[in-house]
């Protein structure tokens, strides 16, 4: 019924677009699709090659191809090939993440705090975008992930620009938001400063239930999340001349407060057959959470010539996380109510990394070399208590050191474009229990060559081929042998002899013109590291998660990116995703499983006036196999409008996601030879109000400063 609904849907949008088709054409002729002038305010854009195909991803040209008044940054990023923006995160087809760059230098943050950061800066200022679906060797190897880098407009006109951005949300509870951007640029020293503020509210709702033998377990826990933060990025620079700069990067905590706490958590007993309650279980407490990170860099370049240059950075990162959980627990069997019991886990995790990396860029006969290297110090520690009848304890100390080595060369000639590199890398890794005495160290080198072939076939069509080897390390936490109780009855517990895994990818890409890119893929991902939830068939009060290499998985897929622009006032973009996946495991518990996956996104434009814009996106994701659990249909409907008084700096935009209420993921798996469900709900319908409000100079230059640091935070 619900695909039934969804096509009637489509039916409508279509049947809405034609008539808003035919009102617009009525009210103003077409305009061309490479020059659009208008007299009263003499401005002129001209339009460009939307879409570039470089051999390890793709270049977007966004000045001059795509509106940017009253749209937020995010806006702008879901209409290029292959990124996603979905649950509140940035995302790109085919890869487990993202991770950003501006102007080259690595932003240190991610999911809907980073949505944040870069929806405030003013898309305006974004002159390309960089999208590395298979990253070469000068990256760090880390995950099977992809690169993005926004490159801004680099007009050098001192003065100063800024904005201020304040809105609100509104979804179960309500939420705000504010931040303000600053630039400064004078003849020799720069600044970038960006603070922000925000107290976002939401529900999650999980609705559970495992299917034993002979009993079902049925969970219901509500859950109130409040989250507040505020953060200082600044960065601080001096040119010496027009060949060398130096900068100082600091990201700084103000405040980082969150607070989960249980409306109701209600685990039900039930007896077969007839499904009675046996008995209940009441679990309800909050969860308090502290994550204040501190991230410094210092950065130097100095540039021999139009093709050479040299760079060197180091960066500190210190992230101390407070997550303490308390709650109380009662049983009702048979009318009785036994006493309450109360529990208490307190956690406390400190990290400190340090990075250092050079990279050298050179001409090397009639090619262009690039060889660098990074050492990385890592050590963390952990403090983990849990008091019941008796208190249980647990002090961890993980130490890891990498040191890697990279050469790569590139050669472009008329109709070929040929990349190859391979990156060294040695690992030494040291972890001790201080409770129990236990140490596991280990050492290991690995290779990871990456190779890039282009051919442009004619002046409308490019042909790519990519091969890329990559490492997945195990996230820190997951190291951590101590068991972190959620309920009465269930926990989490690290596994400190994790391995991290290879993964190996390959991809054929065909572009035709800027408006149709379709890429084959395929991975395979070996010994993956994976939390499971372990169940004892004879026992339903036993449920366990826990962290193990077993799997391998491989996948194969499709992706596709059209770009319609039938009109000025109307461009429409469509991505998908085909995917068949097979999941293999060591652990007796799972048994293979393999099957399709795919995802549609449209996002819809119309440019109704010069100041007037209505956005329709739409995104559906198909029942299938999404790691490793079967999933039903989900799909996702977002209108937004907005208004730009150009003359004045200021934007309004209003935008309502999820108007339907369908896009709540279910999905299913068997551990143990019992099947578990889950439904779980983010909160996300809601509207969103945002008003922004640009001043001073807004084609300034922005500043460089990459970071070394990119890896060891996506593991945090």
């Known amino acids: 019924m619900k695909s039934k609904n969804i096509c009637l849907f489509y039916v409508v949008l279509s049947l809405l677009n034609l008539s808003i088709s ?12 490479s020059l659009l002038i208008r007299l009263d305010e003499i401005s002129i854009t001209a339009h460009n090659e939307f879409v570039q195909r470089k051999p390890d991803g793709y270049v977007v040209q966004i000045a001059g191809n795509v509106e940017t008044k009253g749209r937020e940054t995010s806006d702008v990023l879901k209409q290029l090939p292959a990124l996603l923006v979905k649950d509140n995160a940035l995302g790109m087809m085919g890869k487990t993440g993202v991770v950003v760059y501006m102007d080259n230098r690595i932003v240190r943050l991610e999911g809907q705090t980073l949505l944040n950061y870069l929806n405030s800066l003013p898309p305006d200022i974004i002159k390309s975008v960089e999208i590395l679906t298979t990253p070469p060797v000068r990256y760090d190897a880390a995950e099977n992930v992809g690169v993005v880098n926004i490159v801004t407009k680099r007009n050098i006109l001192p003065g100063w620009k800024g904005n201020l951005r304040a809105g609100c949300l509104k979804n179960t ?40 033998p002979n009993e079902t377990m049925e969970v219901s826990n509500p859950k109130k999340w409040r989250s507040s933060e505020s953060t200082l990025h600044s960065v601080l620079g001096y040119e010496f001349g027009d060949k060398t700069m130096v900068a100082f990067d600091v990201y700084v905590p103000l405040y980082n407060r969150s607070l989960i706490t249980d409306i109701e958590n209600t685990t039900r007993f039930l007896g077969l057959p007839g499904n009675v309650t046996d008995s209940t279980l009441y679990s309800n407490g909050a969860i308090h959470n502290t994550n204040n990170t501190i991230n410094t860099g210092l950065f130097f370049k100095h540039r021999f010539n139009d093709r050479s240059h040299f760079t060197i950075n180091a960066d500190y990162l210190n992230n101390r996380t407070k997550n303490n959980r308390e709650f109380t627990t009662c049983v009702e069997k048979n009318g009785v109510t036994f006493p309450s019991e109360q529990y208490f886990t307190k956690g406390h995790l400190n990290h400190d990394i340090l990075t250092a990396q050079a990279d050298f860029t050179f001409p090397l006969f009639t090619c262009m070399a690039q060889t660098g290297y990074k050492a990385s110090f890592i050590h963390t520690a952990s403090n983990n208590r849990f008091q019941a009848n008796t208190e249980q304890a647990d002090e961890f100390d993980y130490r890891e050191n990498i040191h890697a080595l990279y050469y790569s060369m590139e050669k472009q000639l008329e109709k070929w474009s040929f990349k190859a590199g391979v990156r060294a890398e040695v690992t030494f890794t040291a972890g001790r229990s201080l409770s129990t005495g ?94 499971m939830v372990l169940l004892d068939s004879l026992d339903i009060t036993h449920q366990v998660q826990k962290a193990d290499n077993f ?166």
Not at 26 to 33: I, K, N, Y
């Open 22 to 33: 035919q009102w617009l054409s009525a009210q103003e002729p077409v305009l061309s699709d």
């Open 173 to 212: 509870y309500s939420a705000y938001t504010a931040s303000s951007f600053l630039n400064y640029r004078g003849k020799k020293f720069f600044l970038d400063a960006n603070l922000f503020y925000s107290d976002f509210s939401s529900l999650n709702h999980t609705r559970y239930a495992a299917f034993f």
């Open 438 to 531: 236990e140490t596991h160290e280990d050492s290991y080198p690995n290779l990871f060559p990456s190779v890039h072939l282009s051919r442009k076939i004619n002046d409308f069509s490019d042909f790519s081929l990519a091969y890329t080897d990559r490492i997945e390390r195990p996230p820190y936490q997951f190291l951590d042998p101590f068991k972190w109780y959620i309920s009465k009855y269930d926990y989490a517990v690290g596994n400190p002899f994790l391995k991290p895994y290879c993964i190996k990818n390959l991809e054929i890409n065909y572009l035709y013109k800027d408006a149709f890119s379709a890429t084959l893929y395929g991975s395979y991902q070996k010994d993956k590291i994976g939390r």
């Open 551 to 716: 799997l391998n998985v491989g996948s194969v897929g499709v992706k596709l990116y059209a770009m319609f622009r039938p009109t000025d006032w109307y461009r429409l973009v469509v991505q998908g995703d085909l995917a068949y996946s097979d999941y293999k495991s060591n652990r007796a518990e799972f048994s293979p499983i393999s099957g399709f996956n795919a995802v549609i996104v449209a996002s819809n434009t119309f440019s109704i006036t010069r100041k007037f814009q209505m956005i329709c996106d739409l995104e559906e994701r198909i029942p299938g196999l999404y790691d490793f659990r079967k999933k039903k249909n989900a799909f996702n409907l977002g209108l937004g409008a907005s208004y730009s008084w150009q003359e004045k700096g200021l934007e309004l935009r209003l935008y309502a996601n999820d108007i339907l209420k369908t896009a709540e993921p279910e999905y299913a798996y068997t551990s143990g030879g019992v099947r578990q469900s889950y439904r779980n709900y983010f909160d996300t319908r809601y509207v969103r109000l945002m008003l922004v409000w640009n001043f001073g100079n807004w084609f300034n230059r922005s500043i460089a400063v990459p970071q070394s640091n990119e890896e060891e935070q996506q593991r945090l």
